[in-house]
């Protein structure tokens, strides 16, 4: 079933993502980079300090489950010590903001981006109850209860805010339509955690989740402040325009960071669970599945979009957004090596090293720190966007280097990279098409015919050269394969044909 778990999980958040891809596209045209900037920065300020209401605890919480602890405890344990971190991270973004507002000499751009900075608090904290149930959920592998209610709000979050911009209504209103959406699924959540067990809160259990929590928070923190501070940095050092261009090209490249999101959740109870049994088979081959699945078969895609860039950019947003065609690109690029050591990070936490992990976080953010100044600021490189982009992508080959590098001296026991070749010959492939493509230039009808041209190389080159066979394309057909998905969903809701 791990199989059609991660289908599940990535087929309905890469629906999701079609959904907002096309509502946002319109959005963006009708509302320009200005207010989708100050949207951008208000979700991102309130994330920067998400971090502080978490703690590594969701990792502990999946971790403990995953390995037979009393399950009923660990809810009401996890969930009392959660309700305590919710209200400090909401009085530390309350003082932070009166902070900038009231003291600093570093003011907020308009009255109109602090009432959205206040809108996405709230909205924030109620998702924040909502992650009590995600990680317990994660922690039993149910994913279609983790799926379902997101797909709920998120898909009806873009509808309300499509037809809220067709009709004018301004930045507020899409604001306050993202919160609404919020509030709508609460009762589902509620619904679905009335069926588990609440137990008593325990000391004891309380110490195990901090221990584990210790070094996964600075973990946490290097993260956060790495996938959120870039729009807070593009804002401090450039304007919200800048910020719009950058936003509308993560919004593109963000079906990479769905299979993140999707594999993640799945990998670590399950690497976790089996490291405990001492299964390393099971781990090989789960790795190596989802290794040569996205290297034979999200690789060329993420090549085409990275090459066709201005292509799609001009298509899909228009002339106002010129500027966001190099830094798709990159943030293409830079995500999908997350996506690549993604096993990588899952082995090093279901083994326990996580002080290894904070270890090159806290490194790779005072890198990303350090390169987004230098590309982005005026006084130095003033790349803007593209300099925020490759500050990305350049952090995420150290993280993914480093996660690789323990993982071989760590856990022996697992063969590491096992898809290595494609990996090499996914990048020269790429390298090759891209320079080809910017040196002849070519017409509109040679560049609508490069995507399956490249596609049949890509995969004709990979059968000669004995790169893929015949259980890779047994795998995708198993990945569609909608009867057995089917009957997933059945059993974990128990549904009756």
Known sequence: MFLQKLVLSYASRLLLQFIQMVTGIFVARIVGPGVLGILSFGLAY?????????????????????????????????????????????????????????ISKNYFESTI??????????????????????ATFASKMEQAKQ???????????????????????????????????????IPIYYLMMKKYPVGVFRKDLAKQYLKIAFPVVIIGVAQTLIYSTDRVILQNLTNSEEVGFYAAAFMLSSFINLIQTSAGTLFFPYLSSNLAVGEYGKRTSAIRKFERVNLLFVTPVIILVSVLSNEIIYVLYGNKFFKTGPILSLICIGLYISVIYLPYGNLLFGKGKFKEAAMLWVVSFGVFASLS????????????????????????????????????????????LPGLNLLVYGIILGVGGYFLFDAF?????????????????????????????????????????????SGYIRSEFKLKK
């Open 441 to 485: 230039r070519p017409q509109m009808w040679m560049k609508i015919s490069f995507a399956p041209v490249f596609l049949l190389i890509f995969w004709g080159g990979a059968q000669l050269l004995k790169l893929s066979d015949k259980e890779d394309w047994a795998t995708l057909l198993e990945i569609v394969n909608i009867k057995k998905l």
């Open 46 to 102: 309130t994330a920067m300090f998400s971090f502080i209401a978490d703690l590594g605890l969701g990792s502990a919480h999946m971790k403990l489950i995953s390995e037979g602890k009393d399950f009923g405890d660990c809810i009401a344990t996890y969930s009392r010590i959660k309700y305590l971190l919710i209200g400090v991270y909401t009085i530390v973004v309350i003082c932070v903001f009166s902070y900038q507002k009231w």
């Open 147 to 185: 799926d379902i209610p997101n797909f709920i709000m998120s898909a009806t979050y873009q509808v309300l805010r499509l037809i809220l911009a067709l009709i004018g209504f301004g930045v507020l209103a899409l604001a306050f339509s993202n919160l609404a959406t919020s509030l709508l699924v």
């Open 113 to 134: 981006q602090e009432y959205v900075v206040l809108i996405y608090l709230v909205m924030t904290v109620i998702g924040m109850y909502f992650s009590i149930a995600q």
């Open 373 to 416: 100044y230098l590309f982005v600021a005026p006084s130095l490189m003033n790349l803007s966007g593209v300099g925020i982009a490759a500050s990305l992508l350049l952090t995420n080959i150290l993280i993914g280097g480093g996660f690789v590098f323990f993982s071989a001296k760590y856990i022996k026991e697992v063969n590491i």
